[in-house]
């Protein structure tokens, strides 16, 4: 069954739609890790937990839905248009970005984002010394950057399409 591929209307309008969830999603990320930056630097434990909460917030409402956003978007992309799943090598790498980027996010920064924020709200600022809640931080910090950087890397492998079309086998 051959399916219908869009029009220019139709493509613009997706298009639109996931540039605008890149941006919600590299915006979101870039938010948490400034937001981690200024969380070093509070000595009150009403404040950091008020710093923790936001940064779950942001995760949970900005940057789950933005990362499924692209990636339906680009799954759309893919079926109703002529880029196709697997003819550009750009797009595999951005497929493999996006799906292990939330991957990543489900299974580790997640966690390690709402074991923080569980902490704090019941220990204020003696969480401070708690080693666990040290270990999540320094490890949400740490990969939280990297993670928004391969998203900026990603809108940047979309502005240019490195590597081109894939050899027919």
Request: net charge positive; charged share 15%; proline share 2%.
């Amino acid at each position: 069954m051959e399916i219908n591929k869009l029009g220019l209307t139709g493509k613009a309008w997706l298009k639109g739609f996931h540039i605008f969830f890149a941006c919600l999603w590299i915006g979101a990320a870039v938010s948490m890790v400034l937001l981690n930056l200024v969380r070093g630097h509070i000595s009150n434990g009403d404040e950091l937990w008020a710093v923790n909460a936001s940064i779950k917030l942001i995760d949970d409402f900005i940057i789950i839905p933005s990362a499924f956003g692209c990636l339906i978007t680009g799954l759309l992309f893919s079926w109703l248009t002529n880029w196709g799943f697997l003819k550009f090598n750009w797009i595999i790498v951005k497929y493999i970005i996006n799906i292990s980027a939330i991957l990543f996010g489900t299974f580790f920064l997640g966690p390690w984002l709402n074991g923080m924020e569980a902490l704090s709200e019941v220990e204020r600022v003696l969480v401070l010394k708690n080693s666990t809640y040290l270990n999540y931080a320094k490890m949400n910090t740490y990969f939280g950057v990297l993670q928004a950087l391969v998203l900026i890397i990603a809108a940047f492998i979309s502005v240019f399409k490195p590597w081109g079309k894939r050899k027919a086998t």
